[in-house]
Structure formats: structure tokens, C-alpha cells
């Protein structure tokens, strides 16, 4: 468990076990930690790190353990910087990535800026765009109220931009369109969600346009939840480079 300094921030990270490296996004929206892990229905850490070496952080102020300077510009591109550097900080050059809810957008941030550093992608219920940019504001808005007092320089119109740039647009994958998913040859594992937040669509919308991608319907309980972690191990060792 440590921290490493980029760009102004302290960015809290585990590193566990060792192989070929798969990188951790966890849930929790603009709180994802490592300890929401713990609270899914599939704890990659516990269940990778004979295998590989697992990779997991605190994303820029999601806790206090991942304090950072924020900015009216800031957005997705500041999340996908910050972890590209905990990467390079840690000498790893080509992963597997593995993200949750709002993990889904990052990973696709992460396809976006380093394409060839990304040997897989896994996706459980991603977020997307369906008729629910309220429900997104004021999960930002929360978290906002949280930590506005130690951001005092941060007026509530840069709030407000920060905010647009995380959940404006009609990009379905926030990150991503139809274009840019249909072009990304990436293999990708997609698990599907059902809800408000993790709209079912985006995940049907993502493993269909996606050249490389299979989606997994029924994966949170009981043998279906047995099923696919199975399925997802064997789409990690499939996709591991040789050494």
C-alpha cells in the first residue's frame, strides 16, 4: 500500500501478486476506491493475484487518502492521465484493465490515449448515457459538497464546468460514441448492467458495436455469478501476451 505523486495529486495505490499486470478501476462514481472491491459481487484482487499482478488506486480525490488540486477544466482526460502515470511509475507497459461502473468510461479513456498498452478490457455494468444526466449531476453534486471547502479557489461556475465536462455531451460511453467504440479493436469482456445508472443498453450497445467484444447477461448471483468469473479468467489468460 503506498502513494505516489503526480501532477499535484497523492494518489493512493495497492500493488498485489505478480505476473502480467491487470489494472483495477473500481466502482463508486467520483468516489471510486480500491475499497469498493470489497462490496462487488466479484473482488478481482482476491480472486487475480495468484495469477497476476493486480494493480488498484484511489482515483484523484475519490478519498482522502487520493488528495489533488482541482480545476475548472479538468475532466475524463485528467482521471486517464493520472492513471497512465501510476503505471508508468510502476514500469508497467502493457495491461490488461479491468474497470467497474464508472470504470467503463475510463477504460475507454484509457483505449483512447494508450491503444496499444491496453492488451484486454473487462467491463462490469458499465455506466452510460440513457436518459439520466440528472442522476449523474447529482452524483457529481455530492461529491462536490464533500470536499468543496478544501477547494476553495474553485468557484461554483467552475464546479459547474468541471461538472459539464464529466457529464455533458451525448457521447453514450461519456468517453466514447459509436464511432470511436466501432473502430476499437481492443478484446473486451462486457458484463451487462440493469439499472438507472449501469443502463442495460450501453452495455448491449458497447459488446455490439465493438469488433472484439462478448457480452455476459447474467453474472452477479449464484452459477451464473460462477459461470462468469470463470469466463473471465479465461478471457484474461487468452488475452495475456507471451513473455
Known sequence: ??????????????????GFPVFLI???GMKSAVTFWEHTPWNPIEQLANDYR???MDQRNATKRSPGPIAADHGWETFAAD???????????????QGM?????????????????VASATMFQTIGRDNNRREFYDMFD??????K??????SDADWATFRSNMYDGDDFLFTADEA?????????????GRDVYHPEVSSRDLARLAPNATLVEDWMDGDARAAAMSQVADFLATNTPSS
Open 149 to 154: 471547502s478544501i477547494h476553495p479557489d474553485m
Open 26 to 28: 473500481a466502482p463508486g
Open 101 to 117: 461502473c464508472i470504470g467503463g468510461p475510463y477504460i475507454m479513456g484509457l483505449i483512447n490515449a494508450a491503444p496499444e498498452r
Open 83 to 97: 492513471q497512465l502515470a501510476l503505471l508508468d511509475h510502476l514500469g508497467v507497459d502493457k495491461f490488461h484493465v
Open 1 to 18: 500500500m503506498a502513494t505516489f505523486e503526480y501532477d499535484g495529486a497523492e494518489l493512493y495505490y495497492e500493488d498485489h501478486g505478480e
Open 180 to 192: 470511436v467504440v466501432s473502430a476499437c479493436t481492443t478484446p473486451m469482456l462486457v458484463l451487462m
Open 142 to 147: 455530492s461529491w462536490a459538497v464533500e470536499i
Open 54 to 56: 493486480v494493480i488498484a
